[in-house]
Nanobody, 126 residues
Framework: QVQLVESGGGLVQAGGSLRLSCAAS????????MAWFRQAPGKEREFVAA????????YYTDSVKGRFTISRDNAKNTVSLQMSSLKPEDTAVYYCAADREQPDSPASYPSAYDYWGQGTQVTVSS
């Protein structure tokens, strides 16, 4: 069982930066692939970025490549999402998720993930 708690959301102007963090409970954090998803009002939850158990492989949706960076610290049980050059279309609730079945090959669809945080709001003003 893993519990995930996101933090770091807020209101930022277009072009600005935010860093989201996700703290995980439990002693098996390093066995999980981790990902960030987001959901805007009236839209489906969409994949943003993922990282494998060791941090050696990362994956991004095309719209955030070059602007967002996912990273993890297995010693601290945390995963982060550094977001730069933010755009109004990045506005959404951002969720952290953990996948225990495919720790080395994280998926990009929500149903692959076993545990979810409560989400943190990111609002980018134009």
């Amino acid at each position: 069982q893993v519990q995930l708690v996101e933090s770091g959301g807020g209101l930022v102007q277009a072009g600005g930066s935010l860093r989201l963090s996700c703290a995980a409970s439990g002693r098996t954090f390093s066995r999980y692939a981790m990902a960030w998803f987001r959901q805007a009002p009236g839209k489906e939850r969409e994949f943003v970025a993922a990282i494998n158990w060791s941090g050696g492989n990362t994956y991004y949706t095309d719209s955030v490549k070059g602007r967002f960076t996912i990273s993890r610290d297995n010693a601290k049980n945390t995963v982060s999402l550094q977001m730069s050059s933010l755009k109004p279309e990045d506005t959404a609730v951002y969720y952290c998720a953990a996948d225990r079945e495919q720790p080395d090959s994280p998926a990009s669809y929500p149903s692959a993930y076993d545990y979810w945080g409560q989400g943190t709001q990111v609002t980018v003003s134009s």
